[in-house]
């Protein structure tokens, strides 16, 4: 289950926002644009993941999320949920990625890939 945790505000009056999702032991910032959510609701569709780079599949690293430089840019290591719709999930966050896996992935692989940006969708 997906939870907001935490609403930072870029512009209230845009509804913009940054949210901290939380699952189990996993906590994800996600741009929100219009941001109808408040802390404590739960998101139920994925996080759309923008932009990503060298998607791989990985053997030897943990499912994890590492937050880059840029604001919204991560190293995601997950494990493929659904091939056909580009979906993973790291600890219980659902991402959809924009780009389709590479054609040797299957479904239960664990994948490593760069992400510019995610948002709530």
């Known amino acids: ?3 907001i ?8 009056e845009a509804l913009e926002g940054i949210v901290t999702i939380k699952s ?8 929100c644009h219009p941001c109808h959510y408040k802390i404590g609701d739960t ?9 990503e ?3 791989t599949k990985t053997e030897d690293e943990s499912i994890s999320v590492t937050k880059g430089n840029a604001s919204f840019n991560y ?14 999930s790291v600890d219980g966050i659902l991402i959809q990625l924009s780009l389709p896996l590479p054609k040797d992935i299957i ?5 490593l890939f760069y992400s510019s940006r995610l948002d709530v969708i």
């Open 107 to 111: 479904k239960g692989e664990d994948i």
């Open 24 to 31: 189990n032991a996993c906590s994800i910032e996600a741009f």
């Open 53 to 55: 780079e060298m998607i």
């Open 75 to 88: 190293k995601i290591i997950a494990k493929v949920v659904d091939v056909s719709e580009h979906l993973v």
């Open 5 to 12: 945790t935490n609403i930072l505000w870029l512009s209230k």
């Open 43 to 51: 998101i139920y569709n994925p996080l759309l993941s923008l932009e």
């Open 1 to 3: 289950m997906m939870k």
